[in-house]
């Protein structure tokens, strides 16, 4: 059994969950409403306050599937309750970011600003030299703060550009000059 797959996932109050067929789950909380359609193979049961995942049989990947599909049930359950947020990190002389409406200007070292747009459902913050990342779905937050890191990932000499708050950077020893 999938130690994973097989807990139990408490639904707060204040979110309500709804299964259709062909396995497409609703949920609503005072955060939004995240809609996403599970593996059919599956059974989806909610019953006294709590979702649970079965699978048919133990083949391999219904095995596989299962933790999988209780995961991204337990990851839209949270995201309409607290949401999800990631910090990123500017580093470098020169480099910032400005936020103007649902626009986040970097400047980077390029011989241009860089200008994103936020995506639908996701909102970005700049405090300072660090960037906010937050939203309800995980996935989205995770995939936006990936694809602002990546405009100017962090170099192993100096540490210059963008990283995670949390991320630890492997710092490499210069050049030396010849004696």
């Not at 986040?104 to 994103?116: A, D, E, Q, R, Y």
């Amino acid at each position: 059994m999938s130690r994973i797959g097989k807990m139990p996932i408490a639904i707060p109050s204040g979110v309500t969950v709804n299964v259709a067929e062909n396995n497409t789950v609703t949920v609503k909380g005072p955060k939004g409403e995240l809609t996403r359609t599970l593996p059919a193979v599956l059974t989806i049961k909610q019953e006294d306050g709590q979702l649970k995942v079965e699978r048919p049989n133990d083949e391999k990947e219904n095995r596989a599937l299962h933790g999988l599909t209780r995961s991204l049930l337990n990851n839209m359950v949270i995201g309409v309750t607290d949401g999800y947020s990631k910090t990123l990190e500017i580093n470098g002389v020169g480099y910032r970011a400005a936020k103007q409406g649902k626009t986040l200007t970097l400047s980077l070292g390029f011989s241009h600003p860089v200008v994103m747009e936020d995506p639908e459902g996701i909102s970005t913050e700049v405090k300072d030299n660090q960037i906010i990342v937050s939203g309800i779905s995980k996935e989205a937050v995770g995939q936006y703060a990936a694809v602002i890191r990546d405009k100017r990932r962090p170099e192993p000499y100096k540490g210059k550009g963008i990283k995670y708050s949390d991320e630890v950077i492997r710092r490499k020893v210069g050049k030396t000059g010849k004696k």
